[in-house]
């Protein structure tokens, strides 16, 4: 309760993202999100059946090294992704839920430029993958016409 009595509303910021062990608290929030998702849920846990514990490692490098230089990670990002499109195709809804997921991951935990670059990094990742996937013209267009973010992502922003 504030002072004036009222419910308090102002959820104070959280730090930036400093280095490796903020990134696996909210690779871990991310992916463990993401698993549960009915649309997006399946590539991990059907298709992929992605292990956590052995793909948190190298997904933690793959973000330390876009957003600090400070990991190797030397891995073909791509491939998974091109044999998951080969399996059920990614459309732009998926990476547009992805999206989603991921800003709101980080939102929850950090505020500073470094969380503003893994945002941006990220929506460019989705974008660059679903391009390679439905060449470089495709449309991130939805089939509901309302753009790369899914309408989900819209009545989730509006409830926040």
Known sequence: MGEDGGVMTHIAAEADIS???DLDVVLRRFYTAAFADPGI???FT?????????????IT???ERALF???????NAFAPHAALHSARELTAEDFGRWVQLWRATID???RGPNAERAKATGERIALTLHK??????ASLESEDGLGFVPLAAVRL???A
């Not at 059907?46 to 190298?58: N, Q, S, V």
């Not at 230089?69 to 891995?75: C, E, G, P």
């Open 41 to 43: 849920g399946p590539f």
């Open 132 to 137: 390679r996937l439905h060449g470089v013209e």
């Open 46 to 58: 059907e298709i992929a059946g992605t292990d956590l514990g052995a793909h948190l490692p190298r």
């Open 157 to 159: 922003h509006s409830l």
């Open 69 to 75: 230089r400070t990991a190797d990670y030397r891995r």
């Open 61 to 63: 490098d793959f973000w």
């Open 108 to 110: 929850g935990l950090h």
């Open 19 to 21: 280095g490796r062990g």
